[in-house]
T-cell receptor, first 114, second 111 residues
Framework: EAGVTQFPSHSVIEKGQTVTLRCDPISGHDNLYWYRRVMGKEIKFLLHFVKESKQDESGMPNNRFLAERTGGTYSTLKVQPAELEDSGVYFCASSQEVRTDTQYFGPGTRLTVL | GEDVEQSLFLSVREGDSSVINCTYT??????LYWYKQEPGAGLQLLTY?????DMKQDQRLTVLLNKKDKHLSLRIADTQTGDSAIYFCAAPSYNTDKLIFGTGTRLQVFP
């Protein structure tokens, strides 16, 4: 069974540009999460989808971040326009059930904003 | 707010045991998790413990949970150089599905 995949693995962009990150969850997992780790700090929650609906987006830092999950399969996270402080590693995770189910993480996308 | 804390670094000699500690604030967590991140790789689920357990053993890994003190530890027996990685403790946030992570403990194993 394939795990969570993310694309790209690395992205280097200039301040003010737009970047779109993609996450493909484990097949059959309704729950999809985005997290990020900035500058070696703790990993912080961004948002949670249940199928195509946003269940919790309390961690989204500002309106420059837009997450979508059309059709309830893969998800995209767009940053527009990117700022220097957006640099970090963006992780995606998926789980089958909520609350008691384990979240399985992808390899992450390392975003560098110059 | 909810918080998970870990020490930042641990250095051990190959063959010794490693103990990585974690404290958390939300006592309603049902499961507590340990994730491992090797250099250049993603987060790998290492092990987890249900909150009604005190101990869980899985080969070289032993997880101890002290609910009274809200303290979780991960012991790695016979630590190998391949165990060098960052280890993250994580707990579900109260009444939500998001995980709260610690800063991660960087384990360095030297020969």
């Amino acid at each position: 069974e394939a795990g969570v995949t993310q694309f790209p693995s690395h992205s280097v962009i200039e301040k003010g540009q737009t970047v779109t990150l993609r996450c493909d969850p484990i097949s059959g997992h309704d729950n999809l999460y985005w997290y990020r780790r900035v500058m070696g700090k703790e990993i912080k929650f961004l948002l949670h989808f249940v199928k195509e609906s946003k269940q919790d987006e309390s961690g989204m830092p500002n309106n420059r971040f837009l997450a979508e999950r059309t059709g309830g399969t893969y998800s995209t996270l767009k940053v527009q326009p990117a700022e220097l402080e957006d640099s970090g590693v963006y992780f995606c995770a998926s789980s089958q059930e909520v609350r008691t189910d384990t979240q399985y993480f992808g390899p992450g996308t390392r975003l560098t904003v110059l | 707010g909810e918080d998970v804390e870990q020490s930042l670094f641990l250095s051990v000699r190959e063959g010794d045991s490693s103990v990585i500690n974690c404290t958390y604030t939300d006592s309603s967590s049902t499961y507590l998790y340990w994730y491992k991140q090797e250099p250049g790789a993603g987060l790998q689920l290492l092990t987890y413990i249900f909150s009604n357990m005190d101990m869980k053993q899985d080969q070289r890994l032993t997880v101890l949970l002290n609910k009274k003190d809200k303290h979780l530890s991960l012991r790695i027996a016979d630590t190998q150089t391949g165990d060098s990685a960052i280890y993250f403790c994580a707990a579900p946030s109260y009444n939500t599905d998001k995980l709260i992570f610690g800063t991660g403990t960087r384990l360095q194993v030297f020969p």
